[in-house]
């Protein structure tokens, strides 16, 4: 009897599906279209030649590239970012940055692992140089751990944004985790595991937090960090000994006494300079931007709230993404030599690791608002805007839903088990409990579950208890200066060299010695597609 009541669900639920001859694509009944214009055929020639005209109206922007705007979208892979479009309305929506004029491949991975981490790709993306899985600011000569090994200055490798300090721009970067976290790290840090954000962690591994600089120390103290302009995130417990208390009364992590806010405070009056520390909203706008040349902001004890939940709990002293990156500018843009400022769309990263769907697709739409609120305030003459990710994860948009389905919800019915599926999934992670029924049970019906509320684990297939990331390549998207060059596919380590050459910073910079050998090859690349973009 339950066997025939599973096949009635199941006939019930497919009767409009019609399996073709090879039994693969799943054939459909018609729909009506969503544009009654989408039937005919001039709308989609007239769409094409759209794009074609715009392509061709393009032109090349040689001019060098006072300021650039570099945002890392944590974890921000192809199925993250066409979910969103769908989170925000239709299939056709664009995101700010997939209207930009040029695009290319990231190929990521770390020197010993085929999937990377946020260490190693930031390593590579901001110094140019491939590491091992955990290691930051290091060459592959460093092993996980070894911190004798970090400590050999040449094995330690130097940031794009040092690169920019040389060059007297000012400096900075934004981020929605803690501000000692493996992304931002890459900034400044040079260290043999991402985890040693203070000393208590470096002694966990037994080894000398004396001679061993944790992150927060070089945030505060190193040549990188102690030069930036702006420092954003959350973060503060691992600037704070333990027996202290943050602004909003949590206790720090540290065990050797430093209070590093208090440190970076001292260190900008020794040396005379313009500064503010802020810890919310409130006083984030109370800040005068004409006499402020350095700012600090750590808004949490941890990593900054989800904007889902600034939202939804009314957190009016927690500023968005966007918030913090016009803050940002308004500090930086002063500088008669430009800028470099780096901004992490973190929490896109933290809540694929939970399988939360609903917060990966706000926080990638909080993302593009952020780089709308960039462009807003720059002119493309002068200024890259550069937009990648650093790795992928396991989302899968999947199945055959009709055209404007909810893609927080059900794609169709297996035609194996007859129980619907959802649209998104996971390839493994903690979702798993949300799929499986215990025991030999077979799946949990989704429908039947909150799919909207947003500490749902999405369906995944393998059980883990993190969501692991996903090693396929990510995309590359620039607009202003010498944006063309950034076509193609190409190893994640070129990115900075690429942004460098249109900035000419570190070794593209005048007098430079490498600028001799390096600068006709990459004039060749630029020569070449701008050669194949006119035939286009």
Not at 164 to 189: C, D, E, L, M
Not at 246 to 271: A, C, H, P, Y
Not at 332 to 349: P, Q, S, T
Request: aromatic share 10%; hydrophobic share 35%; net charge negative.
């Amino acid at each position: 009897m339950r066997l025939i009541f599973k096949f009635l669900i199941a006939f019930s639920a497919i009767a409009a599906v019609f399996t073709e001859d090879d039994g693969h694509h799943p054939h459909f009944k018609t729909v009506p279209a969503k544009n009654a214009e989408e039937t005919t055929s001039e709308f989609w020639y007239k769409s094409a030649q759209k794009v074609l005209s715009e392509k061709l109206k393009q032109k090349l922007n040689e001019n060098e590239a006072k300021n650039i705007i570099f945002f890392i979208g944590d974890g921000m892979d192809f199925p993250t970012t066409a979910a969103t479009r769908m989170y925000l309305g239709a299939e056709e929506n664009e995101l700010s940055f997939e209207k930009f004029p040029h695009f290319g491949l990231s190929v990521n991975y770390c020197v010993d692992r085929k999937v990377p981490d946020s260490a190693c790709s930031a390593t590579a993306y901001l110094t140019g140089v491939k590491a091992n899985y955990g290691t930051i600011g290091v060459n592959a000569n460093v092993k996980r751990y070894d911190c004798k090994a970090a400590m050999d200055a040449k094995s330690q490798t130097e940031s794009i944004v040092r690169w920019a300090q040389n060059a007297g721009k000012a400096t900075g970067f934004v981020t929605t985790t803690r501000v000692t976290h493996a992304t931002p790290a890459g900034v400044y840090s040079s260290i043999a595991n991402r985890y040693w954000e203070n000393d208590v962690e470096v002694k966990k591994s037994n080894c000398d937090a004396k001679v061993t600089d944790d992150i927060a120390e070089q945030l505060i103290n190193g040549p990188t960090g102690s030069n930036l302009n702006v420092i954003m995130g959350g973060g503060r417990k691992m600037l704070l000994d333990k027996s202290m208390k943050d602004d909003e009364g949590v206790n720090g992590e540290r065990s050797d006494g430093q209070n590093f806010i208090e440190t970076w405070q001292k260190l900008q009056g020794d040396q005379k300079r313009n500064f503010e520390y802020v810890w919310n909203k409130t006083a984030l706008n109370k800040v005068d931007y004409d006499n402020t040349n350095y700012l600090m902001g750590l808004f949490e004890a941890d990593h900054c709230r989800y904007n889902l939940d600034i939202k939804k709990e009314n957190l009016k002293e927690e500023p968005t993404l966007t918030e913090m990156v016009e803050a940002a500018i308004k500090v930086l843009k002063k500088n008669k030599n430009g800028y470099f400022l780096f901004v992490e769309g973190g929490r896109i990263d933290t809540a694929h690791h939970d399988a939360f769907v609903q917060h990966a697709l706000e926080e990638t739409a909080e993302m593009a608002r952020a780089v709308d609120k960039a462009l807003s305030m720059t002119n493309e003459t002068d200024t890259l805007v550069v937009v990648s990710a650093d790795h992928g994860h396991t989302l899968t948009y999947n199945g055959y839903a009709q055209r404007g389905n909810d893609i927080l919800g059900i794609a169709g019915t297996s035609d194996e088990d007859g129980i619907p599926y959802t649209t998104l999934s996971y390839a493994n992670g903690p979702g798993y409990k949300n799929t499986y029924n215990e025991g030999a049970g077979g799946r949990k019906d989704p429908s039947t579950q909150d799919l909207k509320a947003l500490d749902f684990s999405f369906p995944a297939t393998v059980p883990l208890e993190v969501e692991s990331h996903g090693g396929a390549h990510v995309g590359v998207w620039a607009k202003g200066p010498f944006s063309h060059i950034f076509v193609g596919n190409y190893e994640q380590n070129a990115i900075p060299y690429l942004m460098a050459y249109a900035g000419k910073l570190g070794p593209y910079s005048t007098g430079s010695a490498f600028i001799s050998v390096a600068s006709p090859f990459l004039l060749l690349i630029a020569v070449f597609t701008s050669v194949r973009h006119l035939l286009m």
